[in-house]
């Protein structure tokens, strides 16, 4: 986490969280059979989200993510038989800050490619519970080749990592302040990365049901 960082959480944007929950517990466990379809529930989301200032920008595997007034990104989780979004958000976390105990993260204007803090997007705050992670913005490149260049040109500071690792599909590569960062790291870590990048301890930490 970024200590000079003061979430601008409200205790009332802090008391309707929980209400920002998708459960998709019921839906998934009866193979999509049931009725109600968690998208449904997406857009009962956005208008809450709307009461706090705070713009919906889409759900992955396991969060919602939403863009805070100061231009950050919450990630909330999601809840289902198979997964659970506050335990990415844990390991999300955990990464940022084994990273940080070795590693000291670049002025914005400059970048290390030395460095390998210097490709994540940083955790700038996380709940002690995991309920919510705060992370830079950066904007997502997409699918195309010029996201593909981008995932095989990061690939090359990462040689040990294998192809098909988690961190560099191209969905999960974003533009920051001038840089391709690595935007979702809080599930299947690369098992040669916690060894040789993260503190010694880590990867007990991170448990290795989350370490591929």
């Given at each position: ?16 969280l ?73 390991v999300?976390n ?15 204007d ?19 519970q ?34 098909d ?17 690595i ?30």
């Open positions: 986490m970024t200590d000079d960082y003061t979430p601008p959480l409200s205790t009332e944007l802090l008391t309707d929980g209400s920002f929950a998708l459960d998709t517990t019921r839906h998934e466990r009866d193979g999509g059979s049931t009725d109600r379809n968690p998208a449904d529930d997406i857009t009962a989301i956005r208008q809450q989200a709307e009461r706090h200032n705070l713009e919906f920008l889409g759900k992955g595997s396991n969060r919602l993510a939403f863009r805070l007034p100061d231009g950050n990104v919450l990630k909330l989780p999601m809840h289902s038989p198979f997964r659970d979004g506050t335990e990415q958000n844990r999300e955990l990464v940022w800050e084994g990273l940080t105990d070795i590693y000291t993260p670049t002025p914005e400059a970048y290390d490619p030395h460095s390998p803090i210097d490709r994540f997007a940083p955790v700038l705050a996380c709940d002690d995991h309920r919510w992670i705060i992370v830079s913005h950066a904007e997502k490149v997409g699918e195309d080749i010029e996201a593909e260049d981008k995932v095989v040109a990061i690939s090359r500071e990462f040689p040990y990592l294998p192809a690792c988690e961190f560099l599909r191209a969905e999960n590569i974003g533009w920051l302040n001038g840089w391709y960062r935007v979702d790291y809080g599930s299947f870590i690369p098992r040669e990365f916690v060894r040789r990048e993260l503190p010694a301890g880590y990867r007990d930490k991170i448990g290795d049901e989350n370490i591929a």
